[in-house]
């Protein structure tokens, strides 16, 4: 019960844990301005919308920025056609960048609060377990890992299939109350930033945390490996399953219960069924007892035992003497 105990809340704790490390892999993902200009460049969104791609850089710069509390306004100078204009010019977009903001320092408070609540977790575990936290903490990590491989595969394979589907099933879920996330499409944001580009930074986002997470669980396996190596050794009946049997045991084994046994105990009364049990572990202990205890037991058994039921031996007589006659000491002369 214990192990089972600890072995959830470790398994919670590194869930959390995972949450937590998959939020800071978006995070640095989502600042890497480098890699957005590069997605600019593949998409050739400079020549569409008329812009430098110096332009576009110093876009995006901004708005990560913002996000993580860098800057207080998404303003930003542009040149479209030869003429300086604000990137960002419809209340729309600035309301929308707002409330992304917001969502997005609250995740990133809830984030630290959940590494603590984590560390909490797992320490519970590892106290009520401590002497085998390694084989717990390993265990809680495979589920916890699966837990959150399902998540991430039905949310890869819903993106993989349709991800405009999946892009506004997730700003609903985010933006439950709000409906300034859809943009119109004269909007520069939009234009900017195009379903493609987030489609590519969904699956970077999710390569990344697959890399970071699935080399943990090989080295968890391994270190039961090396456990269940370790006992092997110390122990070679380990397993419960290896342990030499007695003949008794390999009988049943073959033979299977006995079945008349089990319609007697079945149809026997409480009390019946008690004191058969008792006889039956009596005898189990009488064979498994060490010799000189089963010896004991039988001389307390003929002390106890009522004088008449005890036989004394009497000796054959001697060349023709009578049986009970004591040899006095011309027997003894003539027998030297």
């Given at each position: 019960?214990r192990?089972?105990?600890a072995t959830?809340?470790?398994a919670?704790?590194?869930?959390?844990?995972l949450?937590?490390?998959?939020?800071?892999?978006?995070?640095?993902?989502?600042s890497?301005?480098?890699?957005?200009?590069?997605?600019?460049?593949?998409?050739?969104?400079?020549?569409?919308?008329?812009?430098?791609?110096?332009?576009?850089?110093a876009?995006?710069?901004?708005?990560?920025?913002?996000?993580?509390?860098?800057?207080?306004?998404?303003?930003?100078?542009?040149?479209?056609?030869?003429?300086?204009?604000?990137?960002?010019?419809?209340?729309?977009e600035?309301?929308?960048?707002?409330?992304?903001?917001?969502?997005?320092?609250?995740?990133?408070?809830?984030?630290?609060?959940?590494?603590l609540?984590?560390?909490?977790?797992?320490?519970?575990?590892?106290?009520?377990e401590?002497?085998?936290?390694?084989r717990?903490?390993?265990?809680?990590?495979?589920w916890?890992?699966?837990?959150?491989?399902?998540?991430?595969?039905?949310?890869?394979?819903?993106?993989a299939?349709?991800?405009?589907?999946?892009?506004?099933?997730?700003?609903?879920?985010?933006?439950?109350?709000?409906?300034?996330?859809?943009?119109?499409?004269?909007?520069?944001?939009?234009?900017?930033?195009?379903?493609?580009?987030?489609?590519?930074?969904?699956m970077?986002?999710?390569?990344?945390?697959?890399?970071?997470?699935l080399?943990?669980?090989?080295?968890?396996?391994?270190?039961l490996?090396?456990?269940?190596?370790?006992?092997?050794?110390?122990?070679?009946?380990?397993?419960?399953?290896?342990?030499?049997?007695?003949?008794?045991?390999?009988?049943?084994?073959?033979?299977?219960?006995?079945?008349?046994t089990?319609?007697?105990?079945v149809?026997?009364?409480?009390?019946e069924?008690r004191?058969?049990?008792?006889a039956e572990?009596?005898?189990?202990?009488?064979?498994?007892?060490?010799?000189?205890a089963?010896?004991?037991?039988?001389?307390?058994a003929?002390?106890?035992?009522?004088?008449?039921?005890?036989?004394?031996?009497?000796?054959?007589?001697?060349?023709?003497e009578?049986?009970?006659?004591?040899?006095?000491?011309?027997?003894?002369?003539?027998?030297?």
């Amino acid at each position: 019960m214990r192990k089972t105990l600890a072995t959830t809340f470790l398994a919670l704790g590194l869930f959390l844990f995972l949450l937590c490390a998959a939020f800071t892999v978006v995070q640095l993902t989502a600042s890497e301005t480098a890699w957005f200009e590069e997605e600019f460049t593949k998409l050739s969104l400079a020549d569409t919308m008329g812009m430098t791609l110096g332009d576009l850089g110093a876009s995006i710069r901004t708005l990560v920025d913002y996000l993580n509390g860098k800057e207080d306004t998404i303003d930003v100078l542009v040149t479209v056609g030869g003429q300086q204009v604000r990137m960002f010019n419809l209340d729309i977009e600035i309301i929308h960048m707002k409330e992304v903001r917001d969502l997005w320092q609250w995740f990133i408070g809830a984030r630290n609060v959940g590494l603590l609540l984590a560390l909490v977790l797992c320490l519970a575990g590892v106290v009520l377990e401590g002497k085998d936290a390694l084989r717990n903490a390993c265990m809680g990590y495979f589920w916890a890992l699966g837990l959150f491989l399902v998540l991430v595969a039905f949310a890869g394979t819903w993106a993989a299939i349709n991800f405009d589907s999946f892009w506004t099933a997730f700003h609903r879920l985010i933006f439950p109350s709000s409906e300034n996330w859809l943009l119109p499409s004269s909007s520069r944001m939009i234009q900017m930033l195009p379903s493609e580009l987030f489609h590519d930074l969904v699956m970077r986002m999710g390569g990344r945390m697959l890399i970071l997470f699935l080399p943990v669980a090989v080295l968890c396996a391994v270190l039961l490996m090396l456990r269940q190596r370790k006992l092997r050794v110390v122990d070679p009946w380990v397993n419960q399953e290896d342990w030499p049997k007695t003949p008794q045991e390999e009988l049943a084994a073959i033979q299977g219960p006995d079945l008349l046994t089990v319609h007697k105990k079945v149809n026997m009364t409480v009390s019946e069924r008690r004191k058969l049990n008792a006889a039956e572990e009596k005898a189990k202990q009488a064979i498994d007892a060490p010799d000189e205890a089963v010896e004991a037991e039988f001389r307390d058994a003929a002390l106890d035992a009522p004088l008449e039921s005890r036989k004394k031996i009497e000796f054959a007589p001697v060349d023709g003497e009578t049986a009970g006659k004591e040899p006095d000491d011309d027997d003894y002369d003539e027998l030297l």
